[in-house]
């Protein structure tokens, strides 16, 4: 029964934080204080066989994760396999499992047996489907219920759970009071909102975070503070909801460290570009730079289609401003379950904005990655700038595809024999 920060503070290197350090290409004494400190998390359950350990936080590369998950219309648990070797050959960091479909348990135990990445989960949203799919209503599930699916997957070997503490009865106060265009958003929010009313009780995540620190501790779970009042608008953004609920996230996040419990916290959601560095700004403030784990940010309303391209700017700004993890948005965001090939580009624009993100910052492993892409554009050397792309095997069919009259071989058609590298090259 320890953690990784527990570990960490008595002056312990494990295996964990040696395998971040020679990623990250840094100091492993950096990584120990860093997850002392709990400005980085290690996400590494004691019962996930064949983890490849990643480190997020202070000081670290900008990590993405992808989402897949059975839903009710859905439910095929083969097609969910197949998104998560896409997401990992594409580059994902981190995988969350968001099934509400089929067999949950199930699913979830064959994404850890095929994948080595960190793996996330929403315990709440198992525990209320069981209990609405046993034709009950939502006021049956008991705080025991919850607990126990916790437990459960905590014992299966889930790296890190998200949990909707922050959203007390205090918080909804606020939602009505104020008013928003689209009230809840989160799903989990949308389950512990409804829970909470049904019953007339506080929500038991934040009633009783002690019971959820004993069990996130035992398995060494990852803590990740989910954001269920995160603005679904732009009209919502930066309200009085969305603080309340981040102001009690920083109380719980000092509480988890307190207790040498991994703590890292999730983010908005849909927020105008220019109130990115704001947002951020506070999270780091209120939470004591506590890795922050950001959905988008979707920076408009109306990229219904190209939501992946919209989280991408939102996400590029979030990051270069102290976001850690990014939360990858697909093509599909707002209009169904995404596709495997919307996971792909999904994947590939959140890493985009990740890298984009980790050059503004002056991170050394990301700015020698551009530098040879220049090079290798400048020596007109197709293959290596294949091999360097974000998405070689994109890159090779594309270059096929657009170049089938090229007459001057080692250009192409966009100038052909009036390639500006060879003309420059030769005056110089
Ligand atoms: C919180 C985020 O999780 C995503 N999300 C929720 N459930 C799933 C699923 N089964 N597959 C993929 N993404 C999902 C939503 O699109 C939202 O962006
Ligand atoms: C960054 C981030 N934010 C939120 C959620 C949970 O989704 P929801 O709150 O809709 O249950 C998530 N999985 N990741
Ligand atoms: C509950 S799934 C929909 C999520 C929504 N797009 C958001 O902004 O968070
Ligand atoms: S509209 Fe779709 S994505 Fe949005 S909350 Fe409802 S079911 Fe989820
Ligand atoms: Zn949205």
New binding site residues.
């Given amino acids: 029964m320890t953690t990784q920060m527990t570990k960490a503070r008595a002056g312990e290197i494990t295996t964990e934080m040696k395998q971040v350090a020679s990623k990250e290409e840094v100091d492993v004494e950096f990584i120990r204080q860093g997850v002392a400190e709990g400005t980085i998390v290690i996400p590494a359950n004691k019962n996930h066989q064949h983890l490849s350990p990643n480190g997020f936080g202070k000081g670290l590369a900008t990590k993405i ?1 992808a ?1 897949f998950g059975t839903s009710e219309d859905y439910p095929n648990l083969n097609k969910e396999l197949e998104k998560l070797k896409v997401a990992v050959k594409a580059g994902a960091d981190a995988v ?1 499992d ?1 099934s509400t479909g089929g067999d949950i348990n199930q699913t979830r135990k064959e994404i850890l047996a095929m994948s080595e990445l960190p793996l ?1 989960t ?1 315990p709440l ?1 198992q525990a209320t489907v069981e209990v609405l799919s046993a034709d009950k209503a939502i006021v049956d599930l008991t705080v025991d219920d919850i607990f126990a699916v916790i437990e459960d997957q905590a014992q299966q070997g889930v790296d890190f759970i ?1 949990v ?1 503490c922050g959203l007390t009865l205090e918080t909804l106060r606020h939602l009505r009071e104020e008013g928003r265009v689209t009230d809840i ?5 949308s389950f512990m909102a409804g829970w909470m009313l049904h019953n007339g009780a506080e929500n038991p995540l934040y009633e009783y975070y002690d019971r959820l620190l004993n069990i996130a501790y035992k398995h060494d779970v990852t803590l ?1 503070l ?3 009042l ?1 603005p679904g608008s732009l009209a919502d953004a930066t309200d009085r909801s969305q603080i309340h609920e981040l102001l009690i996230l920083g109380e719980l996040v000092d509480k988890a460290r307190e207790a040498e419990v991994q703590v890292m916290v ?2 908005p959601g849909h927020v105008p570009y220019n109130q990115i560095e704001t947002n951020m700004q506070l999270q780091k403030e209120l939470c004591k730079d506590a890795p922050f ?3 988008g940010p979707l920076v408009t309303d109306i990229a219904l289609g190209y939501d992946h391209i919209n989280a991408a700017i939102g996400g590029t700004l979030a990051a270069t401003c102290g976001a850690d993890f990014l ?1 990858y948005v697909t093509p599909a965001e707002h209009i169904g379950l995404p596709s495997v090939e919307d996971v792909k580009e999904g994947v590939i624009a959140t890493k985009i904005a990740a890298h984009a993100a980790d050059v503004a910052k002056g991170l050394t492993q990301a700015k020698k990655k551009d530098r040879q892409m220049a090079q290798a554009r400048k020596n007109l050397d197709w293959d290596r700038q294949i091999e360097l792309a974000i998405d070689p095997q994109k890159a090779k069919e594309s270059r096929v595809d657009h170049n089938q009259n090229l007459k001057e071989e080692d250009a192409c058609t966009m100038c052909g024999s009036f390639c500006a590298m060879k003309i420059v090259e030769k005056a110089l």
Avoid at 185 to 189: A, E, I, L
């Fill in positions: 994760n989402n969350m968001l996330g929403v949203y998200t909707h958003v989160s799903r989990g929010g990740s989910g954001d269920g995160r999730e983010g784990y950001v959905l939360c």
